[in-house]
């Protein structure tokens, strides 16, 4: 079964980017994420969307 919520490791990796650039872009809100405790979380869904056709901003 494929993980949907990845750590920050994890989709840095996924998307071929590094974790500070990853924390920028949830910073700026390019990448949605939920920080539960001190732990950042991000959807596996919303990478793919990512992957597939640019950032959400892109699309509107």
């Known amino acids: 079964m494929a993980k949907e919520i990845m750590n920050p490791k994890e989709a840095a990796e996924y998307l071929g980017i590094s974790k500070p ?10 990448i ?3 920080r539960i405790g ?14 597939k056709g640019g950032s959400q901003d892109e699309a509107r």
């Open 21 to 30: 650039t990853l924390y920028k872009l949830i910073k700026n809100g390019e």
């Open 32 to 34: 949605p994420a939920k």
């Open 38 to 51: 001190k732990q950042w979380r991000i959807a596996k869904a919303v990478l793919d969307e990512i992957v």
